[in-house]
C-alpha cells in the first residue's frame, strides 16, 4: 500500500491558516463527504472534503463560538459524518454540538493510532482519520442517547455525593474513637438509627453515658448497661469540633442526595419528551416504515467498545 505524506506547509499550519491537499488515489472512498478532528485542549483540527476531491484543514480554537465555527464550515461543504478522537473530555462539547445540528459523529480509540508511526502531529492526524473514515476503516465507539447522558450524569453526581458521606461518616468515627467513645461497638452500624442519635445528641451537649445509652433501640442486642460502658470517654473540645463539623457536612450531601428526587425526574421527563418529539420529526422527514435505531448510527459496531467518558482516554 502506498503511503502518504502529509508533512508539506507545515509552516501554514503551525500558524492555523487554512491548507489544501490534492486528491488521493491510494485507497477507494467510500463516503467522500467525511470530515477528520483531532481534538485538543486548546486547539481543534479539522480536515474536510473539497470540491475537486482533496481535502482542505483548518485550525479552530476551543471556545463555543470556535466550536459553532466549526459546525458552520462542515455544513457549508456539506459533510455528512464527522470522525475524532475521543480525547480526555474535550470531545464532549463539540461531539454534543454536532449531533445536535443532525451530523452524524464517530468516536474513535485515540489507542488506535499511537500505535502508526510517522504521523505524530495534530494537522496529520486529523487528515489521516479523514481518509480513514473516508474508507470506512474506523470503527466508531458506543455513545448512549441524550436522554440516557442526562441520567447517567445525575446518578454519577449522586454517587459522588453518596461516597463522600460515607468518607464524613468515617470522620466522624475517628473523632469518637479519639475521645475513646466507642460508639462503633455499642452498636453495629454507627449510620443507624442508634448511632445517629447519640452522635447527635453528643453534638447537642449531652455528655452522660447513661442518658446516651437511652437512645438505644429496643432490637439492639447490646444492653443498656454494657452500651453505657462503651459511650464513656474523655470529652475534648477539639474533636468535640471537629465532631459538629463532620455532622454538619454528612447532613448537607444527605440532603443534596435527597431533594435531587424530583428535579431528577423532572428533568428526565423534559429530556424523553425532547428526544420523542425529535425522533417524531425526523420519522416525518424519511416517511412511514423506516425504523430508527436505538443508538445514534455508526456509533457502534458489534464488538465495539464502549466510550462514556470515563475509559482509558477520559481521565
Do not use: N, V
Given at each position: 500500500m502506498k503511503r502518504w505524506n502529509f508533512k508539506s506547509k507545515s509552516k501554514a499550519r503551525r500558524n492555523g491558516a487554512p491548507t489544501k491537499q490534492p486528491p488521493n488515489d491510494g485507497m477507494p472512498k467510500i463516503r467522500p463527504l467525511v470530515a477528520g478532528i483531532d481534538v485538543g485542549s486548546e486547539k481543534h483540527f479539522v480536515c474536510a472534503p473539497t470540491s475537486d476531491g482533496g481535502t482542505e484543514m483548518r485550525v479552530f480554537g476551543t471556545t463555543t463560538p470556535d466550536l459553532r465555527a466549526i459546525l458552520e464550515w462542515l455544513q457549508k461543504v456539506q459533510v455528512e459524518s464527522v470522525a475524532?478522537?475521543?480525547t480526555g473530555v474535550y470531545w464532549i462539547p463539540l461531539y454534543e454540538l454536532l449531533d445536535s445540528h443532525g451530523i452524524e459523529v464517530i468516536l474513535t480509540d485515540t489507542r488506535q493510532f499511537s500505535r502508526i508511526p510517522?504521523?505524530?502531529?495534530?494537522a496529520e492526524d486529523c487528515q489521516w482519520i479523514q481518509q480513514l473514515h473516508s474508507c470506512g476503516l474506523l470503527q466508531g465507539c458506543f455513545r448512549p442517547q441524550d436522554i440516557i447522558c442526562h441520567?447517567?450524569?445525575l446518578v454519577r453526581e449522586k454517587a459522588v455525593f453518596v461516597a463522600e458521606q460515607g468518607d464524613w461518616l468515617r470522620r466522624m468515627q475517628k473523632c469518637m474513637d479519639q475521645m475513646n467513645v466507642r460508639v462503633h461497638r455499642a452498636v453495629?452500624?454507627?449510620n443507624?438509627?442508634?448511632?445517629m442519635a447519640i452522635l447527635r445528641a453528643i453534638v447537642a451537649g449531652e455528655r452522660d453515658p447513661v442518658q446516651l445509652a437511652k437512645l438505644r433501640d429496643p432490637r439492639c442486642q447490646k444492653s443498656q448497661a454494657t452500651m453505657a460502658k462503651e459511650l464513656t470517654g474523655n470529652w475534648r473540645a477539639d474533636h468535640l469540633f471537629n465532631l459538629e463539623q463532620g455532622l454538619k457536612m454528612y447532613d448537607t450531601l444527605a440532603k443534596h442526595i435527597r431533594l435531587p428526587a424530583g428535579d431528577s425526574a423532572a428533568h428526565g421527563r423534559a429530556a424523553l419528551?425532547?428526544?420523542r418529539s425529535a425522533a417524531a420529526a425526523t420519522g416525518e422527514e424519511q416517511g412511514e416504515g423506516q425504523s430508527h435505531p436505538a443508538a445514534r448510527p455508526g456509533t457502534h459496531a458489534p464488538g465495539a467498545a464502549w466510550h462514556d467518558g470515563s475509559?482509558?482516554?477520559?481521565h
Open positions: 475524532m478522537e475521543s510517522g504521523r505524530k502531529t495534530d441520567l447517567r450524569s453495629s452500624d454507627i443507624g438509627s442508634t448511632g419528551r425532547k428526544s475509559g482509558p482516554d477520559h
